[in-house]
């Protein structure tokens, strides 16, 4: 807990102090798709959702070469119908995934019209991420439901009974899976128009092995986004 609060007490100071320096400050949303989601219940690792946030950037030379340091929250989602635990029970599973990401982006841009009215850039760098949640919630109609952290190998369930199904058939592991810190890397390309419109596509590739170190398993995160975002 104290390597998380720490996470984001650097990231609000990085981005704080730019925002000091610089008045290119822009606020963004974006689609996003992810890989890396456990093999629980679906042979589908894909996740989808949204990630929303706020950049600066602060000019290194001219209207050139740029450096972009932001903050964003990611919200992953994943759902099915369970048929694994037997005909007469109607089962669906829920996964989440939440991050907080900083991401520090170089970025190279060209004014195709002058003025900014229309621009094209180039962006890459690292992205720093920390895990806040990641579940598989299950819900058995008339039963209840139950919930698995991976990051904290916890259960929490509605009932003794959905409690004692997830026990006597192993539906969760029994220690915690996955770790929470992340360094990915990627880029993008984007477009600016009239000045204060920006829209750009991306993909990030996680440098860091998801499953902690006890556990034989490698997974290793991608997520693509496109978004939009207004500069202020």
């Not at 798709?33 to 950037?57: C, H, L, M, Y």
């Amino acid at each position: 807990m104290k390597g998380y609060l720490k996470f984001i007490a650097i990231a609000v100071a990085i981005f704080a102090a730019s925002i000091e320096a610089s008045a290119q400050f822009g606020v963004n949303i974006s689609y996003m798709n992810s890989n890396g989601r456990p093999a629980q219940w679906s042979d589908k690792n894909q996740t989808n959702g949204f990630t929303v946030g706020i950049d600066n950037e602060l000019k290194l030379i001219g209207n050139f070469l740029s450096i972009q340091p932001g903050l964003y929250y990611q919200h992953l989602l994943a759902s099915e119908d369970i048929v694994d635990l037997g005909s007469q029970l109607n089962a669906r599973n829920t996964y989440s995934d939440y991050f907080i990401a900083v991401p520090i982006h170089f970025k190279l841009g060209f004014n195709i019209i002058p003025d900014r009215m229309l621009r094209i850039y180039v962006f890459g760098g690292p992205t720093f991420e920390i895990g806040l949640k990641s579940a598989d919630k299950l819900s058995i109609a008339g039963i209840g439901e139950i919930s698995y952290n991976y990051y904290t190998g916890k259960l929490s369930s509605s009932s003794v009974e959905i409690n004692d199904i997830a026990a006597s058939s192993g539906l969760f592991p029994d220690q915690k899976v996955y770790g929470r810190f992340d360094v990915m890397v990627g880029g993008g390309v984007g477009i600016q128009v009239i000045r204060f419109l920006d829209i750009k596509v991306g993909y990030d590739y996680g440098l860091v092995n998801r499953y902690r170190k006890e556990v034989d398993k490698t997974v290793n995160r991608g997520q693509f986004y496109v978004g939009v975002g207004v500069r202020i």
